[in-house]
Every structure is written in structure tokens, then in C-alpha cells.
């Protein structure tokens, strides 16, 4: 597959599994319940029709210069394993000009395929993953970071192991098997670390990397777990997975590695240290 002529200017990305944009060698699969599951061919139908579907949820917020990448990331790896998939942008309002950008990917790649639904302004992330769940036609949703921390490559993986156990929710892991992370400096690492421990040791969720925002989900899955979430912001993510296990929804894990973001300004500052803190007290009174 080549790339296209409006993304010659980030170098050449022909081969994930070399390039610069490789975030780690072929990966293992940790299931919670400690089974294995081989590496199976993914099950497809053969009639284009019936084969399932996987909506990937963008949300963005100024990221012009990771949104051409990662859509090319996202959709080389579904045509190499023969996915049917469908990229919905949720874009609130960047002021640096995503969504203009977002306009001529889907001019590459065809309507069907890139789904533009952008919003007014920063409304939150559970209200974007409701807002893309309602324009989604897919049978599954994967969320993701649109600033490539998240390499697509790791999805068929992920897609493998819930057929194999037909599972509510895979959730990508920095912290289990040969999971890791790269570009973060100590503090941010142990930032990461702590809050996971802390919300491992107060709210028992079975998980190894709480905190994670790399998953897979059947829809209906996604659906109920937003609906009953009451968390905000960084906090949002851990919840889910709290809920999914008051739910008794099967999770797996598989393990990823995370790159700090290439372009752009991270959006982890003090207030969301803070914020997370305080959600994180809520959450263990409310659960």
C-alpha cells in the first residue's frame, strides 16, 4: 500500500514493523484469567456483507499533525488483515485546524470509511465516545489516543483474542507480559505507575494497566458502561473498567506499547493530577 500524496511529509512509514513509527516487537496475549489462546487466523465471512465491523473513535483536539498518520496507520493495518472498519472523527472544535485536515483524509479514503462528526467545543470525553457511538455502525468500537501513542498494529491481536473468547472488552497493557512504555521521563512514569496502584489497591478491578485508553469493546458494552459512569476526565477510563466488573463483563488483555505523543503538547497537566486524585476518592465512595 503507498502512502498518499498528502502524507509524503511524514517520511516513510511503508513498513510498521521497521520503521520509525514501530512501537515494539510482535506482542504476547495475557488473558485475566490466566488461559492462552493461540494465534489463530481472524475469522472473517466471506461475503463483504456479513463480515464484522470495527468503529474506531477519534476524539481530537488539535491534532493536525497526528491525525494524517494515524489514519494512514489505521487504515493500512485493517486492509493488510482484511478488516471491515469505518474511523469516526469527534473533533471539538481545534482551533488549529483538524478538522479541516480531518476533511481531506476523508477525501482520500472515502466517506465510508472516515466519518467526520465534530462538535462545538471540549465537551468531554465520555460524551464523545456517546456522541461516536450514535453515528457508529460497527458491531465493535475500539478507542484510542489520535496522537499515536497507540499503534494500530497491535488491534488484530486484540481482535484475535476476544474471538477466541468471544470477551466483552480487550484492553491493551503497558504493565503486564512485554507491555511498556517509551519517551516519558521518571516523573511521568511514576506518575502513571502510582495512580495505577492506588486505584489497583482501593478499587480491585482485576486489571493490570487501570488507566489505559487502548481498548476494544462490543457495542452494546461500551454503551451501558458510559451510561453508568459518573467520572470525568482522566478518571473516566479507570471507571469503566470498574463498572465492567460490576457488570461481570469478560475482559482480556493484551499487552501494548505506549510512545509518548510524536506531535502536539500532552494534556496531562497538575489540574488533572489533582482532578484524577479527587475522582479517584469519589469513585472508591461511590463503588
Known amino acids: 500500500m503507498s502512502l498518499p ?37 481472524l475469522l ?6 456479513s463480515m464484522t465491523k470495527y468503529s474506531v473513535l477519534l476524539p481530537t483536539y488539535n491534532e493536525r499533525e497526528n491525525l494524517p498518520v494515524i489514519t494512514w496507520l489505521l487504515t493500512k493495518t485493517f486492509q493488510e488483515h482484511n478488516i471491515d472498519y469505518e474511523i469516526i472523527v469527534i473533533d471539538d472544535n481545534s482551533p488549529d485546524g483538524t478538522l479541516e485536515i480531518a476533511k481531506q483524509l476523508q ?21 464523545a465516545y ?5 453515528h457508529a455502525t460497527g458491531d465493535f468500537i475500539f478507542i484510542l489516543d489520535a496522537d499515536m501513542s497507540h499503534h494500530p498494529k497491535f488491534m488484530p491481536e486484540m481482535i484475535r483474542l476476544q474471538q477466541s473468547k468471544n470477551l466483552d472488552i480487550v484492553t491493551g497493557t503497558r504493565y503486564a507480559g512485554n507491555g511498556g512504555v517509551y519517551g516519558w ?3 511521568r ?13 482501593l478499587l480491585r478491578p482485576g486489571v493490570s494497566d487501570l488507566t489505559g485508553s ?33 457488570f461481570n463483563y469478560t475482559i482480556g488483555e493484551v499487552p501494548i506499547t505506549f510512545v509518548d505523543r510524536v506531535f502536539g503538547d500532552s494534556k496531562m497537566g497538575a ?17
Do not use: W
Open 44 to 49: 472473517h465471512h466471506h461475503h463483504s456483507s
Open 107 to 127: 477525501k482520500i479514503y472515502g466517506e465510508d470509511r472516515i466519518l467526520l462528526r465534530p462538535r462545538s467545543g471540549k465537551l468531554g470525553l465520555g460524551t
Open 5 to 41: 500524496p498528502a502524507l509524503t511529509q511524514y517520511g516513510d512509514f511503508t513498513s510498521t514493523s521497521r520503521s520509525d513509527l514501530d512501537f515494539g516487537d510482535a506482542i504476547s496475549i495475557d488473558i485475566l484469567d490466566d488461559a492462552s489462546t493461540s494465534r489463530t487466523p
Open 214 to 246: 487502548f481498548r476494544l469493546y462490543k457495542k452494546d458494552v461500551l454503551a451501558k458502561l458510559i451510561s453508568s459512569c459518573i467520572s470525568k476526565g482522566y478518571v473516566f477510563q479507570m471507571e469503566m473498567m470498574v463498572r465492567a466488573r460490576q
Open 189 to 201: 512514569k511514576v506518575i502513571s505507575r502510582g495512580a495505577n496502584f492506588l486505584a489497583t489497591v
Open 271 to 287: 489540574m488533572e493530577i489533582v482532578s484524577y486524585a479527587q475522582g479517584l476518592l469519589k469513585l472508591f465512595v461511590a463503588v
Open 185 to 187: 521521563d521518571l516523573k
Open 130 to 134: 456517546i456522541h461516536g457511538i450514535q
